[in-house]
Nanobody, 125 residues
Framework: VQLVQSGGGLVQVGGSLRLSCAAS????????MGWFRQAPGEERKFVAA????????SYEDYVKGRFIASTDNSKSTVYLQMNNLRPEDTAVYYC???????????????????WGQGTQVTVSA
């Protein structure tokens, strides 16, 4: 399984970014994809999750209403649209796959078997 991330970068407060996570090497029909982030000196934290069909989503409270997870099965790609970004959103963002995640979207990083390489998101005040 390979997860290749793209997107991210530097944006001003209130701006938007879209992260992409292209998945390969597995049949993902019964999986869930998670997004996590890690700021310097902090633990990796759950941000959002979505099942591969795109019918179920879960968000951490601090991103609800601002971030949107979506899937494009034809491209085997998952997206995280981030709107109204704040300085506290600055972190390295990771996508990850839970191979058994179709029935329950977990927020626990230990349940995700494979991870993307991470991409830096910096929000300047």
């Amino acid at each position: 399984v390979q997860l290749v991330q793209s997107g991210g970068g530097l944006v001003q407060v209130g701006g938007s970014l879209r992260l992409s996570c292209a998945a390969s090497g597995e049949r993902f029909a019964n999986t869930a994809m998670g997004w996590f982030r890690q700021a310097p000196g902090e633990e990796r934290k759950f941000v959002a999750a979505i099942n591969w069909a795109g019918t179920e989503t879960s968000y951490e409270d601090y991103v609800k209403g601002r971030f949107i997870a979506s899937t494009d099965n034809s491209k085997s790609t998952v997206y995280l649209q981030m709107n109204n970004l704040r300085p506290e959103d600055t972190a390295v963002y990771y996508c990850a796959v839970d191979l058994d995640g179709d029935y329950f979207l977990t927020i626990n990083a230990h349940d995700y078997e494979y991870w993307g390489q991470g991409t830096q998101v910096t929000v300047s005040a």
